[in-house]
Protein backbone atom coordinates (compact mmCIF):
# COMPACT_ATOMS: atom_id res chain seq x y z
CA UNK A 1 0.00 0.00 0.00
CA UNK A 2 1.08 3.53 -0.82
CA UNK A 3 1.58 5.46 2.43
CA UNK A 4 1.31 8.58 2.65
CA UNK A 5 3.37 11.16 5.32
CA UNK A 6 1.53 14.83 6.15
CA UNK A 7 3.23 17.35 7.57
CA UNK A 8 3.04 19.57 10.13
CA UNK A 9 0.79 17.78 11.76
CA UNK A 10 -0.72 20.84 13.44
CA UNK A 11 -0.41 24.10 12.61
CA UNK A 12 -1.39 27.79 14.36
CA UNK A 13 -1.45 30.76 11.61
CA UNK A 14 -2.44 34.87 11.80
CA UNK A 15 -5.28 35.55 9.62
CA UNK A 16 -4.00 37.15 6.58
CA UNK A 17 -1.14 34.98 6.45
CA UNK A 18 -0.03 32.20 4.28
CA UNK A 19 -0.11 28.43 5.92
CA UNK A 20 1.18 25.51 3.57
CA UNK A 21 1.16 21.37 3.91
CA UNK A 22 3.30 18.87 2.92
CA UNK A 23 2.33 15.77 1.63
CA UNK A 24 4.71 12.98 0.56
CA UNK A 25 3.50 9.80 -1.14
CA UNK A 26 5.85 6.66 -1.02
CA UNK A 27 5.63 5.68 -4.82
CA UNK A 28 4.74 8.26 -7.58
CA UNK A 29 1.42 9.46 -8.23
CA UNK A 30 2.13 9.92 -11.60
CA UNK A 31 0.40 7.25 -14.40
CA UNK A 32 1.01 6.58 -17.54
CA UNK A 33 -1.11 8.85 -19.27
CA UNK A 34 0.12 12.23 -17.45
CA UNK A 35 -2.21 12.85 -14.60
CA UNK A 36 -1.15 12.83 -11.26
CA UNK A 37 -3.56 11.64 -8.87
CA UNK A 38 -3.12 13.40 -5.68
CA UNK A 39 -6.11 15.22 -3.91
CA UNK A 40 -6.44 17.45 -1.08
CA UNK A 41 -9.46 17.68 1.21
CA UNK A 42 -10.75 19.91 4.03
CA UNK A 43 -12.99 18.77 6.89
CA UNK A 44 -14.83 21.68 8.89
CA UNK A 45 -15.43 21.20 11.90
CA UNK A 46 -18.63 19.10 13.11
CA UNK A 47 -18.90 18.32 8.56
CA UNK A 48 -17.74 15.85 6.13
CA UNK A 49 -14.89 16.04 3.71
CA UNK A 50 -14.56 18.44 0.93
CA UNK A 51 -12.89 18.57 -1.92
CA UNK A 52 -10.31 21.45 -2.74
CA UNK A 53 -7.42 19.84 -5.16
CA UNK A 54 -7.58 17.44 -7.67
CA UNK A 55 -4.91 16.01 -9.43
CA UNK A 56 -2.43 17.85 -7.64
CA UNK A 57 -2.54 21.37 -8.81
CA UNK A 58 -6.61 21.66 -10.14
CA UNK A 59 -8.98 23.69 -7.85
CA UNK A 60 -12.32 21.66 -7.33
CA UNK A 61 -16.00 23.95 -8.47
CA UNK A 62 -16.41 27.03 -5.97
CA UNK A 63 -12.88 26.99 -4.12
CA UNK A 64 -11.45 30.19 -3.56
CA UNK A 65 -8.39 31.00 -5.32
CA UNK A 66 -6.28 31.37 -2.45
CA UNK A 67 -5.76 27.77 -2.01
CA UNK A 68 -3.11 26.48 -4.71
CA UNK A 69 -1.67 22.91 -4.54
CA UNK A 70 1.52 21.82 -6.57
CA UNK A 71 3.90 19.04 -6.41
CA UNK A 72 5.12 15.93 -8.62
CA UNK A 73 5.65 12.81 -8.26
CA UNK A 74 6.18 11.93 -4.45
CA UNK A 75 6.37 15.53 -2.90
CA UNK A 76 2.98 17.43 -2.75
CA UNK A 77 2.09 20.76 -1.18
CA UNK A 78 -0.81 22.92 -0.58
CA UNK A 79 -0.56 26.73 -0.11
CA UNK A 80 -3.35 28.79 1.25
CA UNK A 81 -1.95 32.43 0.30
CA UNK A 82 -4.33 34.27 3.20
CA UNK A 83 -5.87 32.35 5.80
CA UNK A 84 -8.98 33.02 6.99
CA UNK A 85 -11.01 32.28 9.83
CA UNK A 86 -13.19 29.90 7.49
CA UNK A 87 -10.34 27.77 6.78
CA UNK A 88 -10.41 25.94 10.08
CA UNK A 89 -10.04 22.37 10.32
CA UNK A 90 -8.13 19.36 9.17
CA UNK A 91 -6.87 19.09 5.99
CA UNK A 92 -5.96 15.62 4.67
CA UNK A 93 -4.29 14.33 1.50
CA UNK A 94 -5.22 11.13 -0.56
CA UNK A 95 -4.30 9.43 -3.84
CA UNK A 96 -5.82 7.60 -6.41
CA UNK A 97 -3.37 5.99 -8.34
CA UNK A 98 -4.45 2.53 -7.31
CA UNK A 99 -6.49 0.70 -4.51
CA UNK A 100 -6.17 0.87 -1.58
CA UNK A 101 -6.22 4.36 -1.70
CA UNK A 102 -4.52 6.05 1.40
CA UNK A 103 -4.81 9.12 3.21
CA UNK A 104 -2.65 11.16 5.23
CA UNK A 105 -2.69 11.49 8.50
CA UNK A 106 -4.61 15.06 8.49
CA UNK A 107 -3.13 18.81 9.11
CA UNK A 108 -4.93 20.56 11.89
CA UNK A 109 -5.06 24.03 11.02
CA UNK A 110 -6.43 26.60 13.62
CA UNK A 111 -5.90 30.49 14.13
CA UNK A 112 -3.90 32.41 16.34
CA UNK B 1 -26.87 20.26 -6.15
CA UNK B 2 -25.41 16.68 -5.66
CA UNK B 3 -26.61 15.07 -2.30
CA UNK B 4 -26.03 11.87 -0.58
CA UNK B 5 -27.81 10.83 2.46
CA UNK B 6 -26.33 7.92 4.43
CA UNK B 7 -28.82 5.82 6.67
CA UNK B 8 -28.89 1.84 8.15
CA UNK B 9 -25.82 2.78 10.86
CA UNK B 10 -26.66 1.76 14.56
CA UNK B 11 -24.89 -0.72 17.43
CA UNK B 12 -24.36 -3.84 16.67
CA UNK B 13 -22.46 -6.74 18.34
CA UNK B 14 -19.66 -8.38 16.88
CA UNK B 15 -20.05 -10.86 14.58
CA UNK B 16 -23.23 -9.09 13.43
CA UNK B 17 -24.26 -7.36 10.21
CA UNK B 18 -25.32 -4.27 8.70
CA UNK B 19 -26.28 -2.52 5.97
CA UNK B 20 -25.75 1.30 4.69
CA UNK B 21 -27.70 2.36 2.34
CA UNK B 22 -26.29 5.61 0.42
CA UNK B 23 -29.25 8.11 -1.19
CA UNK B 24 -28.07 9.98 -4.03
CA UNK B 25 -29.30 13.36 -5.89
CA UNK B 26 -28.81 15.89 -8.15
CA UNK B 27 -26.31 13.79 -10.77
CA UNK B 28 -26.59 10.94 -13.10
CA UNK B 29 -25.84 8.19 -10.61
CA UNK B 30 -25.00 5.91 -13.13
CA UNK B 31 -22.37 7.77 -14.87
CA UNK B 32 -20.17 7.78 -11.54
CA UNK B 33 -18.18 5.35 -9.56
CA UNK B 34 -19.34 5.41 -6.09
CA UNK B 35 -17.11 4.85 -2.58
CA UNK B 36 -17.12 4.12 0.47
CA UNK B 37 -14.80 5.92 3.04
CA UNK B 38 -15.00 5.57 7.11
CA UNK B 39 -13.54 7.99 9.58
CA UNK B 40 -12.31 7.01 13.05
CA UNK B 41 -11.10 9.21 16.23
CA UNK B 42 -8.41 6.84 15.81
CA UNK B 43 -7.30 6.12 12.53
CA UNK B 44 -8.91 9.21 10.66
CA UNK B 45 -9.73 8.13 7.08
CA UNK B 46 -10.09 4.70 5.63
CA UNK B 47 -10.92 4.09 2.21
CA UNK B 48 -13.56 1.25 2.09
CA UNK B 49 -14.54 0.12 -0.96
CA UNK B 50 -14.92 1.24 -4.92
CA UNK B 51 -17.31 -0.11 -6.89
CA UNK B 52 -17.64 1.21 -11.27
CA UNK B 53 -20.60 3.04 -12.84
CA UNK B 54 -22.52 -0.37 -13.59
CA UNK B 55 -21.49 -2.23 -10.45
CA UNK B 56 -19.53 -4.85 -12.44
CA UNK B 57 -16.13 -4.54 -10.63
CA UNK B 58 -15.49 -4.02 -6.56
CA UNK B 59 -12.15 -3.28 -4.99
CA UNK B 60 -12.00 -3.47 -1.21
CA UNK B 61 -9.63 -2.50 2.06
CA UNK B 62 -8.00 -6.18 2.76
CA UNK B 63 -9.59 -6.08 5.87
CA UNK B 64 -13.27 -5.53 4.78
CA UNK B 65 -12.96 -8.29 1.72
CA UNK B 66 -15.04 -11.52 2.05
CA UNK B 67 -17.12 -9.46 5.07
CA UNK B 68 -18.10 -6.42 3.18
CA UNK B 69 -20.02 -6.18 -0.22
CA UNK B 70 -20.35 -2.91 -1.95
CA UNK B 71 -23.38 -2.55 -4.60
CA UNK B 72 -25.46 -0.31 -6.01
CA UNK B 73 -28.71 -0.20 -7.85
CA UNK B 74 -28.69 2.67 -10.77
CA UNK B 75 -32.73 2.31 -11.49
CA UNK B 76 -32.81 3.42 -7.72
CA UNK B 77 -29.70 5.82 -7.52
CA UNK B 78 -29.22 4.32 -4.30
CA UNK B 79 -25.46 2.55 -2.91
CA UNK B 80 -24.89 -0.09 -0.43
CA UNK B 81 -22.70 -1.45 1.90
CA UNK B 82 -23.73 -5.18 2.97
CA UNK B 83 -20.95 -5.63 6.28
CA UNK B 84 -21.37 -8.72 8.13
CA UNK B 85 -19.27 -10.79 10.57
CA UNK B 86 -18.57 -7.14 12.35
CA UNK B 87 -15.21 -6.34 14.39
CA UNK B 88 -15.26 -3.65 17.16
CA UNK B 89 -12.70 -1.88 15.13
CA UNK B 90 -15.02 -1.45 11.95
CA UNK B 91 -16.74 1.51 14.53
CA UNK B 92 -16.66 4.16 12.97
CA UNK B 93 -18.30 7.17 10.88
CA UNK B 94 -19.09 5.76 7.08
CA UNK B 95 -19.64 8.26 4.27
CA UNK B 96 -20.89 7.50 0.67
CA UNK B 97 -18.64 9.63 -1.28
CA UNK B 98 -19.07 10.39 -5.07
CA UNK B 99 -15.77 8.64 -6.75
CA UNK B 100 -13.25 11.24 -5.04
CA UNK B 101 -15.28 14.53 -5.20
CA UNK B 102 -18.56 14.86 -2.82
CA UNK B 103 -19.21 13.23 0.71
CA UNK B 104 -22.73 12.49 2.68
CA UNK B 105 -22.83 13.41 5.86
CA UNK B 106 -21.76 9.61 7.01
CA UNK B 107 -23.69 7.67 9.19
CA UNK B 108 -22.11 6.22 12.59
CA UNK B 109 -21.72 2.28 12.93
CA UNK B 110 -20.97 1.39 16.05
CA UNK B 111 -19.68 -2.54 16.80
CA UNK B 112 -19.63 -3.67 20.57
CA UNK B 113 -21.49 -6.27 23.10
Known amino acids: DIVMTQAPLSLSVTPGQPASISCKSS???????????LYWYLQKPGQSPQLLIYEASNRFSGVPDRFSGSGSGTDFTLRISRVEAEDVGVYYCMHSIQFPRTFGQGTKVEIK | EVQLVESGGGLVQPGGSLRLSCAASGFTFSNYWMTWVRQTPGKGLEWVAD????????YYVESAKGRFTISRDNAKNTLFLQMNSLRDEDTAVYHC??????WGQGTLVTVSS
Open chain 1, 27 to 37: QSLLSSDGKTF
Open chain 2, 51 to 58: INRDGSNT
Open chain 2, 97 to 102: ARGVSY
